[in-house]
Each structure stands twice: as C-alpha cells, then as structure tokens.
C-alpha cells in the first residue's frame, strides 16, 4: 500500500504567541483603513453639503435677481404706456382735424399720408394698450376656483358680438368638464382666441367659430377652432409669444 499524506501536514507550524501577534497586526491594518476610508467618506459629504448650499445659496440669489428684473419691466411698461398716451392722443387728435375738416384744402398725397398717420397713431394706441393689459396681467394675483369652462367663453363671445354683428358668424360652445382656474383670467384667454378667430376669419362669407374639449392621455385639451386663414405649422412655437405677430399689419390689425 502507497501511504497517504495529511495536507495538515504540509501546513507551517506558527507559535501561538507568534500567531497571535500577526492577527493583531492584521487587525489593526484593517482598523486604520476602515478609518482612513471614513475620513475620506465623511470629506466627500462635507464637500457635498457646502456645494448643495452654495447651490441653493445661487438659485435664491438669482431667482431673486429675476423677479426684481421683472418688476422693474412691468413698471417700466405701465410707466412708458401711460407717458405715450397723452402725445399719440395729441397726433390722433390733430390728423383727424386735417383729416375731418381741411380735407378739401390738402392735395391727394396730403390727404393719403394725414390718412397713414391717423391709421398709425391708432395703431401705435392699440399697441399701448395691449401693453397695459399685459402689465395688469401679470401683477395679478391667481384665484383659484372650480369653473364651467363653457361659461367663460359664452361670456367672452356676448362681449364680442357687437364687433361682428355686421358678419355672418357662427359660434358654437361644445360640451366642457369642469376645470379649476381664474375666472377673469380664464375668460380673457377665450376672449383673445375668440377674438383672433373673429378677426382672422373676415375673409370667409361665414365665418365658424368652434369652442370644445377633448380627453386626451394625461388630461383634457380645450380648444378655439375656426375656418380662417390659418397659419404656418412651422410657426406655431411663437403663436403665443406676446406681441408676436405672424400675419402683416396690413391686412390684419392688432
């Protein structure tokens, strides 16, 4: 028989004090690298904190900055709308005299450029006052409340009826949930659509206005529809930028 040999016995044999000694050391290696590596941890969450409160610090600094620029242009709007209003009143004013009562004393060409004045100066009013509007618009403060949303723009096209009554125009207010928001706010979004529907469908022997509501993924869309000119898809991300106007003055006002 060929004769096995333990693998206990290939081992080294350590003195227990000797053993004992290398444990220790070995412990203790691990304890100064479990410390080491808290330090650095702890280092790493200080640094994060400081640079979350610098963060924080920054966001309060220049949201801060923001809506002291905001104040500063709405006031200065509502301060250059009024200021305009007394000499364009003046223009108007006088180019209607010329215009009125000193037409047969003016050329054809004087009649025509009193007649583009007069044309500019309301327009340049319109302007003004769409300014002001903005400016009240946005210091107002949101009330919020549930609203029939049908009601709101029932309202808004009684206040525009009397601008089209010589047109064939033909409005119809769909079935609309229920919806929290502003009513005064609420109504003079629908009165502006409403109202553009009415300018920019002038052209069409009848005119047709639609107001509804449809469920879509993740909520309902309320929408102004009408058989007017249109506009460019390609357009539509400035279409309700303020004051951006994707038709020409020339045959559309406002």
């Known amino acids: 028989r060929q004769a096995v040999r333990s693998p206990r016995a290939l081992l080294p044999v350590i003195p227990e004090a000797e053993g004992i000694g290398l444990m220790r050391t070995y412990s203790e290696r691990l304890v100064c690298k479990l410390e080491e ?137 769909g079935a609309m949930p229920r919806a929290m928001g502003d009513w005064a706010l609420l109504k003079q979004v629908f009165a502006n659509l409403i109202g553009n529907a009415v300018k920019f469908t002038r052209e069409r022997p009848q005119a047709k206005i639609e107001v509804g509501a449809r469920e879509e993924a993740g909520g309902v869309t309320y929408f102004v529809k009408d058989n007017g000119i249109g506009f460019d898809p390609a357009m539509a991300g400035k279409l309700f930028n303020a004051f951006e106007r994707l038709h020409g003055a020339e045959g559309y006002e406002g």
């Open 37 to 173: 590596r808290n330090i650095a941890l702890e280092a790493a969450r200080e640094e994060l904190r400081q640079m979350n409160q610098t963060l924080e610090a920054r966001v309060e600094q220049r949201t801060a900055e923001l809506e002291a620029a905001n104040e500063r242009l709405e006031s200065f709007a509502y301060f250059v709308s009024h200021e305009l209003r007394t000499p364009l009143r003046a223009v108007q004013g006088f180019a209607g005299i010329l215009r009125d009562d000193h037409s047969a004393e003016l050329s054809t060409e004087a009649r025509r450029v009193v007649g583009v004045i007069h044309q500019g100066a309301e327009r340049m009013g319109r302007l003004i006052e769409d300014l002001l509007d903005f400016s009240r618009l946005q210091r107002q403060s949101l009330r919020k409340q549930p609203l029939e949303i049908g009601d709101a723009a029932r309202a808004a096209i009684e206040d525009l009826r009397g601008a089209c009554a010589a047109r064939e125009v033909a409005f119809a207010v």
